[in-house]
């Protein structure tokens, strides 16, 4: 079993609980979520997620590597080169600020 070995804190994604990245003995990210969608947004469309159906794809796209979805506010990153957890982090706290 993979041991914690950082985790990193995240800001400007949730109001209500902020998301936060563990890093993993295994080679892995663990990308946990407070609330998904966030807590100040509507939940839209049959699944609720509204806006962010696609999140994990979105993420995979920033991060350069595949992301499993693994649960609502949980994801899963198996194999994180040099880099990873740096564009993940941007991503997450950038996403609510980006252009449409």
């Given at each position: 079993m993979a041991e914690v070995l950082q985790t990193v804190q995240l800001a400007g994604f949730d109001p209500g609980g902020e998301?936060?990245?563990r890093v993993m003995s295994d080679g892995s990210l663990e990308v946990s979520f407070e609330?998904?969608?966030?807590?100040?947004v509507a939940r839209a469309g049959r699944s609720g997620l509204g806006e962010y159906a696609e999140f994990d794809r979105e993420m995979s796209d920033a991060a350069g590597v595949p992301v499993v979805w693994e649960d609502r506010e949980f994801f899963r990153i198996e194999d994180a080169p040099p880099g990873t957890l740096e564009r993940v982090q941007a991503f997450v706290q950038g996403y609510r600020h980006r252009t449409k």
């Open positions: 998301p936060s990245i609330f998904m969608p966030p807590s100040d």
